[in-house]
């Protein structure tokens, strides 16, 4: 590479002369934003001195052994660092069962030789037919969260002097489509309570329901966020299923962490469920595995986010009830506090959103639709008073 000063406009620019990937000459301008007026030759020529070191310390760079595969294992060694074990777990499984395995032998070029192309290429193929068990493709989100592996590894590229640009940049990822929540009815909800009394989860269903919680949220419940004097509960610890079992003292968010008053019929179970637990652990002696969690087996061990997931679905095929998800218990919770005419403010604070807009994404539509019911009742009631007058 070689380069020289240029007057253009009474400006000094910085003109760079350089093979590009097909070994064809190539010059690249740059302006100094100096002009030629006030004596600024010197400064100019510094500027010239420094950015020919710079480009030639990245050319050097450039031309090192890493590829891409490489680079992928690098910034996860580096990500890692920055990350929680949850989110680390799923960067990790993607590189290791989808990008590496993609990109390895004829594919595995220097991080600067891969092209938007050869990504766009990779995002078709695994839209198609990326699923580990054969069964089609991957979703737009998991396409999605592919790409920010990759965005990321580029842009740590480029930070290094790996490569001068991000192909990443340019791709098409296909729209993820608008999650759409369902949920149970007032009705349904209490046959659901009604129906799963005797069952093992009937505790932990009851707190997801009258709560709002998350999954993780509710496993992770313990005994000492629970004040029996105060009467009040705190949401503080999380239980995480992802590739392996991770209990987090921490929240998905700041949002998240919240209080709630303990209603006095649940404090009623929990002292009972506390009193049990105590028997139990008396029983088993030794073979008790002792914890702090608030949902767990009578040998003390915690319930798990699998169990409680697989279990669900049993106990509504089992009492023959609508068919969904654990999760859509939360949205039954904020479905219920609509219709009993509580704000999106009252229900982002009592689910824990980061933000209303997040809440007003996913329960705006109920909440137009409890307006529209306002409207319709009270249009009748002026139709009533127009009667009455005439």
């Known amino acids: 590479m070689t380069g020289n000063l240029h007057v253009k406009n009474d400006k000094y620019y910085i003109v760079l002369s350089f093979k590009n990937d097909a070994g064809k000459w190539k010059r690249k301008w740059i302006s100094t934003g100096l002009s030629v007026k006030g004596n600024n030759k010197t400064k100019a020529k510094q500027m010239l001195k420094d950015t020919l070191e710079k480009y030639d310390g990245m050319e050097q760079s450039l031309n090192t052994n890493m590829l891409f595969c490489d680079l992928l294992d690098k ?34 070029k220097k991080p600067h030789e891969v ?4 990504i766009q290429q990779y995002y078709i193929l695994k839209m198609d ?12 989100k998991t396409i999605k969260q592919h790409h920010t592996v990759i965005y990321q590894a580029f842009e740590y590229a480029i930070e290094n002097d790996l490569a001068t640009k991000n192909p990443a940049k340019s791709t098409k990822r296909p729209p993820t489509k608008k999650y759409k929540a369902d949920f149970y009815s007032l009705e349904e909800t209490k046959a659901l309570l009604e129906a799963c009394k005797t ?15 998350r999954r993780s949220e509710v496993l992770g419940l313990k005994w000492s966020a629970i ?16 590739f392996t079992l991770v209990r987090k003292d921490e929240t998905k968010n700041a949002a998240s962490n919240r ?17 049990k637990q105590i028997e139990e652990q008396v029983l088993l002696g030794s073979e008790y ?9 009578p040998d003390g061990h915690p319930f798990s986010p699998s169990y409680v997931t697989g279990n669900f679905a049993v106990i509504l095929k089992k009492y023959g009830l609508r068919k969904i998800r654990f999760h859509d218990l939360r949205h039954s ?11 999106l403010k009252d229900i982002q604070e009592w689910l824990g959103h980061s933000s209303i807009q997040m809440t007003a994404d996913i329960y705006g539509h109920l909440e137009v639709q409890r307006k529209q019911n306002i409207a319709s009742t009270f249009a009748h009631m002026l139709e009533l008073d127009k009667k009455t007058v005439s």
């Not at 037919?129 to 737009?140: E, H, I, P, V």
């Not at 919770?333 to 704000?343: D, Y």
Request: with cysteine; net charge positive; proline share 2%.
């Open 199 to 213: 069952e093992q989860l009937y505790a932990l269903i009851l707190f997801t329901v009258y709560y709002g919680l």
């Open 227 to 242: 004040n029996f004097e105060n009467d009040t509960l705190t949401i503080q610890h999380t239980v995480v299923n992802n």
């Open 333 to 343: 919770c904020a479905s219920m506090m609509i219709s009993k005419g509580l704000t």
């Open 289 to 297: 595995q002792k914890n702090d969690y608030v949902f767990r087996w």
């Open 129 to 140: 037919s990326g699923r580990l068990d054969g069964k089609g493709g991957l979703s737009a």
């Open 115 to 118: 092209t938007t192309d050869m």
């Open 75 to 108: 910034w996860l060694s580096i990500a890692k660092l920055n990350i929680d074990i949850v989110t680390y777990e799923g960067y990790h499984h993607t590189v290791e069962k989808h990008l590496k395995p993609y990109f390895s032998g004829k594919r595995n």
């Open 259 to 275: 209080s709630y008053p303990l209603f006095d019929f649940i404090k009623e179970i929990l002292l009972a469920m506390k009193k």
